[in-house]
C-alpha cells in the first residue's frame, strides 16, 4: 500500500464512476492489437527490505570512489556541505515557481543574488536564471540573435560541444534557420579565415565555446571583431564555469550562454544541470527565461519581483521568446551558495588549483610518450593527448585501478582516432595522475 495506493475496490469505485465495467472498457478505444496482454515480463515483487538492499549493491557499483578524469561538460568538483543543508530547507525545496512576490521574497532574492554574481563574472549587464542545461541555452541564444537582428542564419565554431551543436540542429530544424559549420587551425582553436568566410549578410550570431571542447581558450576579442564587422551577433558558450575564476571574462560576446553545473550542483547521471545566459541591457526583452528585478514600495522597502516577462509570453504561444517558461531554481540555488562561499578569492584560487593540475598532468602524460595536441593554444583544466594505444584499452586498464579515464574524441571526430580528452579538477589527487601516465604510456 506504500508504493501502490490504490486497493483493487478503489480501482472499482473509480472506473464505476465514469461509467466503465472493468480496465478493458476503459482502453476500449485502444486497438486490441496495441495493447499487451499477459503479465509484463519483469521481476517479481520485492520486499522494502530487498529494495533497500538492491540499490546499496548498485550503489557501490557506482563511480563513487572511483578517481576521474572525464570532463566533456560535466566536472566533478567539491561541493560545500552548506549547499545541501541549505537547499533542504522546507521553503526552498519545495516552492514551485514565484508568482506571487509578496510571499516568494526569498527565493526571488536568491535569484536576485545569483543573476548579479553572474553578470559580474561573465562582464554582461544583464543574466536570467535560468535555463535548462548548456545545450539548450546555447540552442536559445542563436534564436535569440535571430530575434535581434532580423536575420535568419547562424553559425557554429566546430569547436562547440558535439552534443551541444546536435541540440542546436535539432532546434534550428523546426525554426526555418540555417546552421552552418566552421572549422578549427591546427592549434585547436577558431580558425579565423574559415570563421570570416562563414558569415554572410544574412548571419544573425555566431557560437563559439571557450574554453572549447578541446579545452583550449578561444581568441574571443578577434572573432567579436570578424562577427560585429559583418553585423553578427557573437555567442559565448561556457561549459566549464569554474574557468572564469581565471580566464578573463568574454565580455566582448553579445550574449554569453553558459551551464553552471560546476557551481556546486551534484553529477547525477545526466542531470539535473543549471543552464545561464547573460547578454547587453540592450537585448535583454529577447532574452528567454526568467528575469528577477529590485524594486521598491511606496514606503521605499526594497523588494524583488518577475521583471520583463509578461505573464502572456508564457501561456501565448505566438508572443513567446521560448518554450522556456520556468526556471532551474533549486540549481540556480546550489550555485548561488557555492559562488557566495568562496567567494572572489576563492575562485581565482579554485581555478588555479585546476590550471595546476591540468598542466602537471599534461606534462605527466608527454613524458611516458603520449604526444600533446593543441599545444601552443592557451588552456584551463583540459587537454587532449595522443596515444599509440587505443583510448578505450587504456581506460579499461585504468579502470581496474579504480580509476575513470579521459574521453576519447574518435566518436564526435573520427580524424582524432587515437585522441582523448582528459580533465583535471582540485579533487584530482596527484598518485591518480601517475598511476594514469603510466597506462598511457603503454
Request: charged share 20%; with cysteine.
Amino acid at each position: 500500500m506504500r508504493y501502490l495506493p490504490k486497493s483493487q475496490s478503489d480501482r472499482e469505485t473509480m472506473l464505476r464512476e465514469i461509467g466503465a465495467k472493468s480496465i478493458d472498457d476503459l482502453f476500449a478505444a485502444i486497438p486490441a492489437e496495441y495493447r499487451v496482454k499477459g503479465d509484463l515480463d519483469i521481476p517479481r515483487s520485492y520486499a522494502e527490505g530487498e529494495i533497500v538492499d538492491f540499490f546499496r549493491q548498485r550503489a557501490t557499483e557506482s563511480a563513487q570512489g572511483y578517481a576521474t578524469f572525464l570532463g566533456a561538460g560535466a566536472y566533478s568538483h567539491y561541493r560545500p556541505l552548506v549547499i545541501d543543508s541549505l537547499i533542504s530547507r522546507g521553503e526552498f525545496f519545495t516552492a514551485y515557481t514565484p508568482y506571487q512576490p509578496e510571499i516568494a521574497q526569498g527565493t526571488l532574492q536568491s535569484i536576485f543574488e545569483f543573476q548579479s554574481m553572474i553578470c559580474e563574472l561573465t562582464g554582461m549587464d544583464v543574466a536570467n536564471a535560468s535555463m535548462y542545461d548548456g545545450s539548450t541555452g546555447a540552442a536559445e541564444a542563436l534564436m535569440m540573435a535571430a530575434r535581434v537582428t532580423g536575420r535568419s542564419k547562424s553559425a557554429v565554431a566546430a569547436t562547440v560541444h558535439p552534443e551541444y551543436r546536435e541540440v542546436i540542429t535539432t532546434y534550428a530544424r523546426y525554426q526555418g534557420m540555417p546552421v552552418s559549420t566552421f572549422g578549427c587551425a591546427k592549434n585547436g582553436r577558431v580558425d579565423l579565415d574559415t570563421l570570416a568566410l562563414a558569415i554572410d549578410d544574412d548571419t544573425a550570431g555566431v557560437l563559439i565555446q571557450s574554453p572549447n571542447f578541446f579545452g583550449t581558450i578561444e581568441d574571443v576579442a578577434a572573432i567579436a571583431e570578424i562577427a560585429h564587422d559583418k553585423g553578427a551577433l557573437l555567442i559565448v558558450s561556457i561549459a566549464e564555469a569554474i574557468s572564469l575564476g581565471i580566464v578573463k571574462p568574454p565580455a566582448e560576446a553579445d550574449i554569453v550562454s553558459m551551464e553552471a553545473q560546476s557551481f556546486g550542483v551534484p553529477l547525477g547521471f545526466g542531470g539535473p544541470y543549471c543552464g545561464v545566459m547573460a547578454t547587453r541591457e540592450r537585448f535583454v526583452r529577447q532574452m528567454p527565461g526568467r528575469l528577477v528585478g529590485e524594486a521598491r514600495d511606496r514606503n521605499g522597502k526594497r523588494g524583488f519581483v518577475l521583471t520583463l516577462a509578461t505573464r502572456e509570453q508564457h501561456i501565448r504561444r505566438e508572443k513567446a521568446t521560448s518554450n522556456i517558461c520556468t526556471n532551474q531554481g533549486l540549481m540556480a540555488l546550489m550555485c548561488g551558495i557555492f559562488m557566495t562561499v568562496y567567494g572572489r578569492e576563492g575562485l581565482k584560487e579554485l581555478a588555479t588549483q585546476n590550471l595546476a593540475k591540468a598542466h602537471y598532468a599534461a606534462e605527466q602524460f608527454k613524458k611516458s610518450g603520449a604526444t600533446l595536441l593543441f599545444e601552443g593554444a592557451p588552456r584551463f583544466n583540459e587537454f587532449v593527448i595522443e596515444t599509440k594505444t587505443d583510448p578505450y584499452a587504456i581506460n579499461d586498464k585504468l579502470l581496474g585501478q579504480r580509476i575513470i579515464g579521459g574521453f576519447p574524441l574518435k566518436k564526435f571526430y573520427p580524424e582524432l582516432s587515437n585522441a582523448s580528452l582528459w580533465c583535471c579538477t582540485e579533487t584530482t589527487a596527484k598518485a591518480s595522475i601517475d598511476a594514469a601516465a603510466k597506462e598511457v604510456a603503454l
